[in-house]
């Protein structure tokens, strides 16, 4: 799948801000500093989404249309250690905001760190993903940091602890090398095709 253009539409940190149309969205969740932001940009081929080695630091739901026809969503990550209480809970309100809101279509991708593992926080995502019964593909990211045994360990683990029922609901990508961005493109056009 090709794009022919990806716009940067508005970061929200607020629900009333939402862009939402009604169009398929196809957002990323996911603990932060797993890489949402940059898979974002190795997907879309440019540097849209600001990413950063300090983790927190997507903190709004942030909106790009892409062909004018469909939106990625980049939401905030969750689990970020230092954030204070206040800061957590307003973190959950404006996901649950976004899952709340009006769209005729959404795929979660949920994307766990494969060096990391799925962490507490990403399995009791993964039952919130299932319990709105939304489509969700679960990709482990920077797989360029494993060799090949790590990663199919790592695979392994993330398939047993997020409860997935086979491995084809998992991808490896790496938006360092470029790994599994084409069969991601694949699934995300699969979606929006189905
Ligand atoms: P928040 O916005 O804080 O939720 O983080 P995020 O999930 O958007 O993470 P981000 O994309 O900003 O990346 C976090 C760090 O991981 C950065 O230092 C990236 O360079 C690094 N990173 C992201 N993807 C990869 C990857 O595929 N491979 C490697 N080796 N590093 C990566
Ligand atoms: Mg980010």
Avoid: H
Avoid at 16 to 22: L, M, P, R, T
Avoid at 92 to 102: C, D, K, V
Avoid at 135 to 151: E, H
Wanted: charged share 25%; glycine share 10%.
């Amino acid at each position: 799948m090709k794009i022919q253009t990806a716009v940067f539409v508005g970061a929200c940190g607020k629900p009333e801000e939402f862009f939402g149309d009604g169009t398929p969205e196809v957002a990323f969740a996911g603990r932060s500093n797993v890489g949402k932001s940059s898979l974002l940009n190795r997907l879309v081929g440019s540097s849209l989404a600001r990413t950063s080695s300090t983790p927190g630091r997507t903190q709004t739901v942030n909106w790009y249309r892409i062909d004018g026809r469909w939106w990625l969503v980049d939401l905030p990550g969750y689990g970020y250690a230092k954030a204070s209480r206040t800061a957590r809970e307003a973190w959950a309100r404006l996901i649950a905001s976004y899952f709340a809101g009006a769209s005729s279509r959404r795929l979660v991708v949920q994307l766990v760190d494969a060096r990391v593992g799925a962490t507490p926080l990403d399995i009791e995502a993964g039952a919130y993903f299932d319990g709105l019964g939304v489509a969700r593909l679960v990709v482990a990211t920077k797989v360029d940091r494993l060799k090949r045994n790590g990663r199919a360990r790592a695979r392994d683990g993330i398939v047993r602890a997020l409860n997935l029922e086979t491995e084809a609901e998992l991808l490896d990508v790496s938006a360092t090398s470029g790994e599994g961005i084409r069969e991601l493109w694949k699934r995300i056009s699969d979606f929006l095709a189905g």
